[in-house]
């Protein structure tokens, strides 16, 4: 996403959360409500303490620990375990260690991949050597292929066994394109395929992604989002089975590249509400406990899987970027209109960041401008975070 990218960074200089932050996060935290529930929605707090970004953090978690990546004021890449303090991955120079938009990251397979977009237009990748030690690192390595993007990558598991990873990405033609990222935990990543296009519609963010297993069609299926060229939210796939939400394309023995060109084409969501304009690339993430986002989990978790999908998206509203969102109980299949988040002190120029934590969704940004949270005087490029 340009900056229209579904993750995004923090830090330019190594940060320590005060200890009063990681209390408050703590316990804000462990007072999260599940996201099924009344959709209850917290206030923003200042989750990155010292951390400074251009751009939104991004998060992974594997149900006990949650690492955020980002793209510092240096434009490096900078990760921390827990909100404690960040360390920059110096693992390679040149385009392949630096960035201008925002990171990805995915914990699968017991370890964590970390995507970005290097300053020659190229996707890469480096993924930890032991496990999830996010202080162990492979070389960056590039995705075959000219990926010929500008803007951030998005990923996401594409079948049941965890050892598949989708990586989509807009190019300078518009067009999403994917490749299929085979992993297992005791061989290097294998890529099946080139870059895939689809070419029905031209987006102006990058898509973001998330998948699902349908245990009616014992399936993988691939949901994504982007800002089309009238600035509008589209659902990126479908197939084209009328949806007045998100649409879907499973992933079969095709792979990621059979689900692509098996697609429809985009559908518009959202009514013309201010927050159906966009100027930023939308997030979209599934709710549930954080165990139970797994799309290995039988049919009862998987129901909690679909209890909650939600969208946010930076809008410009009389002049001021704030933060909106869609949500559905349905899995996708339906949204809600789009509202305001409650705190509108907090704006962003970049797009918002969405992840599920525990029992919660939670949106992250980074600020526009300084604002007050709890009392306390926050400055540009912090990370704040809230419940949704």
Not at 52 to 79: C, H, M, Y
Not at 285 to 296: E, K, V
């Amino acid at each position: 996403m340009g900056d229209a990218g579904r993750k995004r960074g923090m830090a330019g200089s190594v940060r320590t959360v005060v200890a009063v932050h990681t209390a408050l996060l703590l316990a804000w935290l462990a007072g999260a409500s599940p996201a099924a529930a009344s959709w209850s929605e917290g206030g923003w707090i200042n989750s990155g303490g010292s951390a400074r970004t251009p751009s939104t953090p991004v998060f992974a978690t594997d149900g006990t620990t949650q690492w955020r990546l980002i793209r510092g004021e240096d434009n490096g890449l900078w990760i921390s375990r827990n909100n404690g303090p960040a360390s920059r991955m110096n693992i390679s120079g040149g385009s392949a260690g630096l960035t201008y938009v925002a990171p990805e990251i995915i914990a699968a397979q017991g370890h964590l991949y970390a995507f970005h977009t290097g300053t020659d237009h190229q996707v890469y990748y480096s993924f930890t050597l032991s496990g999830n030690n996010e202080s162990q690192w492979s070389s960056w390595r590039a995705i075959p292929g000219f990926a010929n993007t500008n803007m951030s990558p998005s990923v996401t598991i594409t079948n049941t066994r965890g050892t598949q990873l989708g990586v989509f990405i807009t190019r300078a033609n518009g067009h999403v394109a994917g490749i299929q990222m085979d992993i297992l935990a005791w061989a290097d990543p294998l890529f099946t395929s080139g870059w895939v296009e689809e070419a029905n519609g031209v987006f102006l963010s990058r898509p973001d992604v998330t998948s699902g297993y349908n245990p009616y069609s014992g399936r993988v299926e691939i949901m994504a989002v982007a800002t089309g060229a009238d600035h509008r939210v589209w659902s990126v796939f479908s197939d084209g089975t009328p949806n007045t939400g998100i649409g879907t394309v499973p992933v079969s023995s095709g792979g990621v590249a059979g689900a692509i060109s098996g697609s429809h084409g985009p559908q518009r969501l959202g009514g013309a509400a201010a927050a159906g304009v966009s100027s930023f690339a939308p997030s979209i993430a599934r709710g549930g406990r954080d165990d139970r986002l797994s799309i290995t989990h039988g049919w009862e978790m998987e129901q909690e899987q679909e209890r909650g999908i939600t969208i946010t998206s930076s809008a410009i509203a009389i002049n001021t970027p704030v933060v909106w969102v869609a949500r559905s109980s349905d899995g996708g299949h339906s949204l809600s209109d789009w509202s305001m988040t409650i705190n509108q002190s907090v704006h962003t120029d970049t797009t918002p960041g969405i992840h599920g934590y525990r029992d919660a969704i939670f949106a992250a940004a980074t600020l526009s401008d300084p604002t007050t949270l709890n009392g306390a005087s926050v400055p540009s490029h912090s990370i704040v975070e809230k419940r949704l």
